[in-house]
């Protein structure tokens, strides 16, 4: 088992920035990616970063591509979701998660199997 523990969460005017961390535990994969979504009420869970553990290779959401910067910290087993410039539509739940492998299906929250509690975000205008 995979376990995810998400923190950094919170308030934050628009313009500003936060940083969410998501430590994994327990027994991870040679090969594994870790994903970040969102999911604001009455939405699906969108994507919006993910990093190959191994290599640091990174994908992006169009939506936050060069606002948000995913990377990990090996020492810690601790994956990072920097967020810059927020915007009010960024208020959401963020989840992080993991799936075995590569980045084949990195983007669709269906491949992953294990998932954090989440933590809110709120942007305000």
């Known amino acids: 088992q995979v376990q995810l523990v998400e923190s950094g969460g919170g308030l934050v005017q628009a313009g500003g920035s936060l940083r969410l961390s998501c430590a994994v535990s327990?027994?991870?994969?040679?090969?594994?990616?870790v994903g970040w979504f969102r999911q604001a009420p009455g939405t699906e869970r969108e994507f919006v970063a993910a990093i190959v553990w191994g290599t640091g290779s990174t994908r992006y959401a169009d939506s936050t591509q060069g606002r948000f910067t995913i990377s990990r910290e090996n020492a810690k087993n601790t994956v990072y979701l920097q967020m810059n410039s927020l915007k009010p539509e960024d208020t959401a739940v963020y989840y992080c998660?993991?799936?075995?492998?590569?980045?084949?299906?990195?983007?669709?929250?269906?491949?992953?199997?294990?998932w954090g509690q989440g933590t809110q975000v709120t942007v305000s205008s």
């Open positions: 998660a993991a799936k075995p492998g590569g980045l084949g299906g990195h983007s669709t929250y269906t491949y992953y199997n294990y």
């Open positions: 327990g027994r991870t994969f040679s090969a594994y990616v």
